[in-house]
């Protein structure tokens, strides 16, 4: 079974979703740089506070500080992830690749979900995310509105402070500069690591799709 895995793709093409629902069927860590730097300006530690300033805006956070919560991620938790929203940029891929060299665990799987701008806007302006468990719902898809219960924990449902348009066009600026580059890095330094899949099909169709790439004995058991 595959153990150190990635999912790259634009906002709101259901990293969040699918790795959720990964870590919770194969038993792998979802690590979401996203979720730890906003945990960390919520603790109002120092790296916190720094990384506010740029996510707020909808700029990638600088290298230097994510690795240094990957890092430490790893050192305590070891080499077993399923990363959500890292590597961001081509430094943090060689970063990354060092990290691994140094524990000798290579990684397993890389997969890009792929959406297209219209649909990302869509889903981003209707996007809901509970402030308790983290988790995210299409407002009008799931009937729910902001300020609502969410189904999952009873936690209040609010929008995310950058999921609005001008943050939104900066991020996804960011993702075709800084990210695209990444899925070139991980295809010339490690051919066939790398799958792509369509993010428009439905979630249980995107599941299924992944799950077999992460264990595939494991699906045709099922
Ligand atoms: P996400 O929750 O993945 O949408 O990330 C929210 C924000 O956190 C991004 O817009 C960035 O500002 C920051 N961020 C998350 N992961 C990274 C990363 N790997 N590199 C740089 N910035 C990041």
Same mark, same amino acid.
């Given at each position: 079974?595959?153990?150190?895995?990635?999912?790259?793709?634009?906002?709101?093409?259901?990293?969040?979703?699918?790795?959720?629902?990964?870590?919770?069927?194969?038993?792998?860590?979802?690590?979401?740089?996203?979720?730890?730097?906003?945990?960390?300006?919520?603790?109002?530690?120092?790296?916190?506070?720094?990384?506010?300033?740029w996510?707020?805006?909808?700029?990638?956070?600088?290298?230097?500080?994510?690795?240094?919560?990957?890092?430490?991620?790893?050192?305590?938790?070891?080499?077993?992830?399923?990363?959500? *929203?890292?590597?961001?940029? @081509?430094?943090? #891929?060689?970063?990354? /690749?060092?990290?691994?060299?140094?524990? &000798? =665990?290579?990684? $397993?799987l890389?997969?890009?979900l792929e959406?297209?701008?219209?649909?990302?806007?869509?889903?981003?302006?209707?996007?809901?995310?509970?402030?308790?468990?983290?988790?995210?719902?299409?407002?009008?898809?799931?009937?729910?509105?902001?300020?609502?219960?969410?189904?999952?924990?009873?936690?209040?449902?609010?929008?995310?402070?950058?999921?609005?348009?001008?943050?939104?066009?900066?991020?996804?600026?960011?993702?075709?500069?800084?990210?695209?580059?990444?899925?070139?890095?991980?295809?010339?330094?490690n051919? *066939?690591?790398?799958?792509? @899949?369509?993010? #428009?099909?439905?979630? /249980?169709a995107?599941?299924?799709?992944? &799950? =077999?790439?992460? $264990?595939?004995?494991?699906?045709?058991?099922?």
């Open positions: 079974m595959k153990e150190r895995i990635i999912l790259l793709g634009p906002p709101a093409s259901g990293k969040g979703t699918q790795a959720s629902r990964m870590s919770k069927a194969f038993g792998i860590p979802h690590v979401s740089t996203g979720a730890l730097l906003r945990s960390e300006a919520s603790l109002g530690t120092e790296l916190g506070r720094e990384a506010d300033r996510t707020r805006g909808g700029s990638l956070v600088p290298d230097g500080l994510v690795i240094r919560v990957v890092g430490d991620w790893i050192a305590a938790n070891g080499p077993r992830f399923l990363f959500d *929203g890292f590597p961001r940029t @081509v430094g943090q #891929a060689k970063s990354l /690749d060092e990290l691994l060299r140094d524990v &000798s =665990a290579p990684l $397993d890389v997969i890009l959406l297209d701008p219209v649909e990302i806007r869509g889903r981003i302006m209707d996007r809901l995310t509970c402030r308790g468990c983290g988790e995210t719902y299409g407002g009008s898809l799931h009937g729910l509105e902001n300020g609502g219960s969410c189904p999952t924990c009873g936690g209040k449902l609010a929008r995310r402070s950058d999921d609005t348009e001008d943050v939104l066009a900066e991020r996804l600026r960011a993702y075709c500069e800084s990210t695209l580059p990444v899925v070139a890095h991980y295809e010339s330094t051919p *066939g690591i790398l799958h792509r @899949v369509d993010a #428009a099909q439905g979630s /249980d995107i599941y299924s799709v992944l &799950s =077999a790439l992460v $264990d595939w004995e494991m699906q045709k058991a099922e």
